[in-house]
């Protein structure tokens, strides 16, 4: 760790902004927490640190995690997470309201937001306890900070009070993201229906429950021009349904996990509960349909619904399990390795969806490798391959379907406001 005062000159970095457009070998000199000059030249008294070979981005933002606190910090607490976090890049999270008890008061938002590593936020619930019964005060939540709301883990299921959370979402500029499930379409069902879902005897969850309510909360967004993200996008239609509004100029933005963007229902024979997730994962064609409109802009960026769970809990009948699977520790090496180097996405594309259009899509501060912005950056090394271990991961939890594979795009520092909060050890 290099003392919070002392200056520190990065040299023979690649570095890599496409807010930019910066793409070339330079040095970055930082000092009082902010990127001071880049290729400033021969600095004396300052610490060096020779980044030769590696690569060096804005840090990377994650607009969808759980990190179980309060209440559930036997599998995530906010130290943990927000170390699982640096490990994997990041200096900025969104948390979810979906705790024990749910964030739906000023008092709670606050003590979410208390200091860590990084830099923390938290969606507040649209609805009281997220029960979508009783409407809860937005504006006393978001001036306690809370940048947007949501009911995440469940859906608002009255329109009605979707209808004015958008309509306060255009008041005020907040985001409101929509966890897409609608429960009167099939079952709830363990992973997509199909040849597998037969196989191994569990209950198939249709893809129409996710894109009816895409549809529905596109159409509210386009009666009220409240700002909508769609959280966690799985299915064809849904895409379909984003695109749509998009061109129609609805203000809409959507998100998609890595998880999404690499597996298919297929991965639930190798990795069982791992592979279980909500929405669960889809076919071949969603997965390149997913990829297409990552590329093309209609999902603005990659968030990894971090959703740790015990190993208790998760290794359980697969139509028991909870749903979810971690992935702050792996998410840009499984897209560098799976998406950018396979030619399917621009490492350009890859970067502004992790670290660029996250923090604008939520109106947080904006960073960069440029001058007087916050030394918030991310080192990379996307040439040699490691083993994802997950006996490594800060986490606590380990419910990872990755964990085993070669990759590239090993993260080795994390640097919030200047100072390294996170070194690899080996």
């Not at 697969?318 to 030619?343: D, M, N, R």
């Not at 918030?376 to 490691?386: F, S, V």
């Amino acid at each position: 760790m290099n003392d919070e005062s002392r200056p520190l000159l990065i040299v023979n970095a690649h570095l890599f902004d496409p807010s930019n457009g910066l793409d070339e070998k330079g040095d970055v000199y930082i000092e009082d927490g902010l990127i001071a000059a880049i290729n400033p030249g021969e600095k004396a008294g300052v610490e060096i640190f020779d980044a030769k070979g590696k690569c060096l981005f804005p840090s990377f933002c994650d607009v969808h995690v759980h990190f179980r606190t309060p209440g559930q910090t036997h599998k995530e607490d906010i130290d943990s997470g927000s170390m699982a976090a640096l490990a994997g890049g990041f200096t900025s999270v969104i948390q979810m309201p979906n705790t024990n008890p749910v964030i739906d008061t000023p008092e709670l938002v606050r003590s979410i937001t208390r200091n860590s590593p990084i830099d923390t936020y938290v969606l507040a619930a649209i609805t009281e306890a997220s029960g979508a019964k009783v409407m809860n005060d937005l504006k006393s939540l978001q001036e306690a900070g809370a940048p947007g709301f949501t009911d995440d883990g469940r859906p608002v299921t009255d329109p009605e009070f979707m209808k004015k959370a958008l309509e306060f979402s255009a008041e005020t500029g907040c985001m409101i993201a929509s966890h897409s499930e609608d429960f009167s379409v099939g079952e709830f069902g363990a992973i997509r229906p199909g040849e597998i879902a037969d196989e191994l005897g569990v209950r198939g969850w249709a893809p129409e429950r996710e894109s009816n309510m895409v549809g529905r909360d596109c159409q509210l967004a386009i009666e009220t021009g409240g700002h909508l993200q769609v959280c966690h996008i799985s299915a064809t239609q849904s895409v379909e349904f984003v695109r749509k509004a998009k061109s129609e100029g609805v203000n809409v933005t959507a998100e998609v996990t890595p998880h999404h963007l690499v597996l298919t229902v297929d991965a639930v024979i190798e990795f069982g509960t791992n592979a279980k997730m909500n929405p669960p994962l889809g076919t071949e064609k969603d997965r390149q349909v997913l990829i297409e409109a990552l590329k093309d802009g209609t999902i603005d960026c990659v968030a990894t619904d971090h959703a740790p769970h015990s190993p208790e809990e998760k290794f359980v009948d697969l139509g028991k399990a909870p749903y979810g699977v971690i992935g702050l520790e792996t998410s840009f090496p499984v897209c560098y390795t799976h998406l950018v180097k396979t030619g399917r996405l621009s490492l350009s594309r890859l970067i502004e969806a992790m670290a660029i259009r996250p923090r604008e899509i939520y109106s947080l501060p904006k960073i960069g490798i440029y001058e007087k912005s916050p030394a918030d950056l991310t080192l990379a090394d996307l040439e040699n391959d490691y083993v994802i271990d997950q006996e490594r991961f800060y986490s606590k939890s380990r419910n990872c379907p990755f964990a085993g594979e070669t990759v590239l795009g090993k993260i080795l520092m994390t640097f919030h406001n200047g100072i390294i909060q996170y070194r690899v050890d080996g």
